[in-house]
């Protein structure tokens, strides 16, 4: 049984859930790095600096540092942002951009708008996985994102989100200046911007084929990261400079060092009791399962095999995550000899994920 459903994932990498539990919520909930909640908050504006809100019977603005804030679950949005969220929550990607379609180019009136945009942004990007000639209709998008939060300025929470998410897209499409300069300009958001510009930079050298110098930056940032998510996004980031080098063990060891504490700690740290960490012990067992296969030996095949699975029973169903946790599997079992279990791998891929990429391999 998959540990969470793919609304609360969706919620937590858009970083503003709403919606949450497929109810609408009695209020805004801000949801505070770290892990406490403000609830029933009015929030009146968000911006990239900070957030203003009240409290029933509190008549008294009060305000949050928007670099303190990891979520927003809005009390509403507008009915074809929601629809195309639902979408996306059901792996649609292609759907969910025709139904989001309208927020490109348009003015952002009111703080949930900002989150319209970045979710056309990410439909964008989902779709690319499945389907590369979306990337630069995505790029166009994102930008257009961009030069709106950047205009709403008190509505412009989102803009150093859609700023990462055009990084990201302009790596996937190999224009590593422009993605680099993407990445730089979050550093004026925040503190934890900063590490994310830092993040970035190191997946623009990583994606480039310099495994060292991303490393080097990695390492840096395992040490400066100030919440959990952060550090962990750094380690594996350092763990996947390590396979670029072929270090395989060194790879290994290093996710192996850190994936029993983060699993042990959850429940008990709210930091990492969230979606997005989930994510990130899923891509754990992938990074250990690549490095056991680099290293080839048939014990070690087995091992990544066992690895492979892991990370699909933790992945959340019908994510990109999952059906590269079941291909690398059935490329194992067929490595190992083990056909027909790479058969029924291969099949389970292509019922499961349809419209994966992986699946198209």
Known sequence: MKPMTIQLRLATLLGAAAFLFGGVAA???????????????????????????????????????????????????????????????????????????????????????????????????????????????????????????????????????????????????KQYDKAKTAYDSLQGYGKRWKVRAGLGGARVKLAQGDASAARDEYKRLMSSAGDAELKAEATLGYARAQLGQEQFKGAADTVRSKLLPWTSDRGRNPETATVRFNDLIVEAFLIWGDAERGMKGKENLEWALVRYLRAEATATQGTELGAESLYKAAEVSKELGLDTQAASLREELGQSYPNSSWSKK
């Open 27 to 173: 209020a805004d909930e801000i949801y505070k790095v770290g892990g406490s909640v403000v609830s029933k908050a009015a929030i009146n504006e968000a911006s990239f600096e900070q957030v203003k809100y009240k409290l029933p019977g509190i008549s008294v603005t009060q305000t949050l540092k928007a670099d303190e804030i990891a979520t927003i679950q809005w009390r509403s949005i507008r009915a074809h942002a929601r629809e195309g969220k639902g979408l996306l929550e059901n792996g649609k990607a292609k759907e969910a951009v025709a139904k989001l379609k309208s927020f490109e180019g348009e003015q952002v009136r009111k703080a949930s708008d900002g989150f319209g945009h970045y979710l056309l942004g990410l439909a964008y990007v989902e779709y690319a996985k499945a389907d590369p000639s979306q990337l630069a209709p995505a790029v166009t998008a994102l930008k257009s994102s961009v030069d709106q939060l950047k205009a709403a300025k008190k509505f412009s929470f989102y803009l150093p989100h859609c700023t990462n998410l055009l990084g990201k897209a302009y790596i996937d499409s």
